[in-house]
């Protein structure tokens, strides 16, 4: 029943990268705009990075520099490259798609089961 496939989590050292790829179904990838949450414990689930169907991609600015969405429309695939790692980053990172764009956690219609992202300083 999941229909967004994650792949990438893993334990890294402060300052390294993690990319992480979320796999989706041609229905969504082609019409929905796609992105990338986080939770942390004790911690609302955040948007860290949004793309939309023609490409256009946001940040927060706590992420901002650091983090890059970007997807394969060929292999209906979207990722995220992780640089400059902090142990703040650390968290459950989830791939979600919203037909309606990223306007809150609400506008979210399907998620990934989540991967975590470790951190250690």
């Known amino acids: 029943q999941v229909q967004l496939v994650e792949s990438g989590g893993g334990l890294v050292q402060a300052g390294g990268s993690l990319r992480l790829s979320c796999a989706a179904p041609?229905?969504?990838?082609?019409?929905?705009?796609m992105g990338w949450y986080r939770q942390a414990p004790g911690k609302q689930r955040e948007l860290v990075a949004a793309i939309s169907s023609g490409g256009s991609p946001n940040y927060p600015s706590s992420v901002k520099g650091r983090f890059t969405i970007s997807k394969d429309n060929a292999k209906n695939t979207v990722y995220l490259q992780m640089n400059s790692l902090k142990p703040e980053d650390t968290a459950v990172y989830y791939c979600?798609?919203?037909?309606?764009?990223?306007?809150?956690?609400?506008?979210?219609?399907?998620w990934g089961r989540g991967t975590q992202v470790t951190v250690s300083s």
């Open positions: 041609e229905s969504i990838f082609s019409r929905d705009a």
């Open positions: 979600a798609s919203a037909r309606l764009g990223f306007w809150s956690v609400d506008s979210v219609d399907s």
